[in-house]
């Protein structure tokens, strides 16, 4: 039962071109959303998360979307950069209970 | 950084054999969890600790235990390897459940 879901494996973009990263979940009932990038060999590393009482959290060349009515929210890196280039994770969590994870998206950014 | 490290970073071993992996922290977090990756699957949790000698079940915690003894260490024990346990294992930390986690660099395991 996977209750996020990262529907793409793979985007490769142009570098300083915008990178959508896509996110689905299913349980309603969840408040908080989060991103995480992963390079290989490292452990994630939180990049920006959101609440469910916002629709939109910008950091810098980040900034994430969250549709409630879709269950969807996004990841945006403008401009993207080469060094952006790294497997995304979409996480999700209801109040005090666990987090639950999509199943990536590889991000790849050519110069 | 939460300081967060993790052993062994690789590890080998065959099946049916005992496997402990090892996590420790320096930031003093509350929570302690092991998570496995795997393609296709994301990372998903096999136990969590909210404090010394409290642990709980995560989403796929069957062929697992864990223990913690003291505030900064974390112990995830395969009590018989298969070979189904094969993936990346990482330990993470957090403040509190539902908020972002700090993750240690992974421990791959390779069970044969």
């Known amino acids: 039962d996977q209750q996020v879901k990262q529907n793409s494996p793979s985007l490769s973009v142009q570098e300083g071109r915008i990178s959508i990263l896509n996110c689905d979940y299913t349980n309603s009932m969840f408040d908080y959303f989060l991103w995480y990038k992963k390079y290989p060999a490292e452990g994630p590393t939180f990049l920006i998360s959101i609440s469910s009482i916002k629709d939109k959290n910008e950091d810098g060349r980040f900034t994430v979307f969250l549709n409630k009515s879709a269950k969807h929210l996004s990841l945006h890196i403008v401009p993207s950069q080469p060094g952006d280039s790294a497997v995304y994770f979409c996480?999700?969590?209801?109040?005090?209970?666990?987090?639950?994870f999509g199943a990536g998206t590889r991000l790849t950014v050519k110069p | 950084d939460a300081g967060i490290t993790q052993s062994p970073r690789h590890k080998v071993t065959e099946t049916g054999t005992p496997v402990t992996l090892r996590c420790h922290q320096t930031e003093n977090h509350r929570y302690m969890y092991w998570y496995r990756q795997d393609p296709g699957h994301g990372l998903r949790l096999i136990h969590y600790s909210y404090g010394v000698k409290d642990t709980d079940k995560g989403e796929v915690s069957d062929g697992y235990s864990v223990s913690r003894s003291k505030t900064e260490d974390f112990l995830l024990t395969l009590e018989s390897a298969t070979s189904s346990q094969t993936s990346v294992y990482f330990c993470?930390?957090?403040?509190?459940?539902?908020?972002?986690?700090?993750f240690g660099q992974g421990t791959r395991l390779t069970v044969v």
């Open positions: 993470a930390t957090g403040r509190d459940r539902d908020t972002e986690a700090f």
């Open positions: 996480a999700a969590s209801v109040e005090n209970n666990d987090m639950r």
